[in-house]
């Protein structure tokens, strides 16, 4: 069946550094794309989307990479603060009923 | 401020019972979805609703309900037929996709416990 995946469960990374966080589909067919920030015991927060239509999309500190030909993007967080520990994961969408979300990547900021 | 409420937080089910979680939005959002987590996993489509009065099955429905007679509410029963319940509970909604906004939002969760 469909799935989406991480690359690596855990994460650590140093304060001010860069942050990468990856993520495979299986579905040639998605088209949408969503990355979330899930803190401890809480919902998940909307971080940036993309459609499938464009490789790469920017928001405040975050960028995300698309790359249709291997399935598979990535979250990048600039000048990581200790504020960004938080549990990521990522969403592909086929149709408007059918999202798929990834188990998550914990990333942990090194003060 | 508009939001996804979810309630109880927390919440304890004695084996045999039945239990309902909350969810209401005011965000005039037309579809909603309950989502279970459990850890490390992805999040599992329990039930969704496009629409009031109508609602489909996910890929977990056995054991839950729903119903969806306000546009604003949908409420989820975690029947005692769900023989694994524990687990954190999320909420979600979204907008017609022909807005062109396709943001799936998340209500802050529900944890229940069997004891």
């Known amino acids: ?111 | 401020d508009g939001g996804i409420t979810q309630s109880p937080k927390y919440l304890f089910r004695k084996e045999g019972q039945n239990v309902t979680l909350s969810c209401e939005q005011n965000l005039n959002h037309d579809a909603m979805y309950w989502y279970r987590q459990d850890p490390g996993q992805g999040l599992r489509l329990i039930y969704y609703s496009q629409i009031v009065n109508d609602f489909q099955k996910g890929d977990i429905a056995e054991g839950y309900s729903v119903s969806r007679e306000k546009k604003e509410s949908f409420p989820l029963t975690v029947t005692s037929a769900q023989k694994n319940p524990t687990a954190f509970y999320l909420c979600a909604s979204r907008t017609d996709p022909a807005t062109g906004v396709n943001t799936i939002y998340f209500g802050e969760g529900s944890w229940l416990t069997v004891v």
Not at chain 1, 23 to 40: M, R, T
Not at chain 1, 61 to 73: F, G, I, Q
Request: net charge neutral.
């Open chain 1, 1 to 111: 069946g469909e799935s989406v995946g991480l690359h690596l469960p855990t994460l650590s990374v140093q304060e001010g550094d860069n942050s990468i966080i990856n993520c495979a589909y299986s579905n040639s067919a998605s088209d949408y794309f969503i990355w979330y920030k899930q803190e401890s015991g809480k919902g998940p927060q909307f971080i940036i989307d993309i459609r499938s239509n464009m490789d790469k999309r920017q928001g405040q500190r975050v960028t995300v990479l698309l790359n249709k030909t291997v399935k598979h993007l990535s979250l990048q967080i600039a000048a990581t603060q200790p504020g960004d520990s938080a549990v990521y994961f990522c969403a592909s969408e086929t149709s408007y009923d059918k999202v798929i979300f990834g188990p998550g990547t914990s990333l942990s900021v090194i003060p």
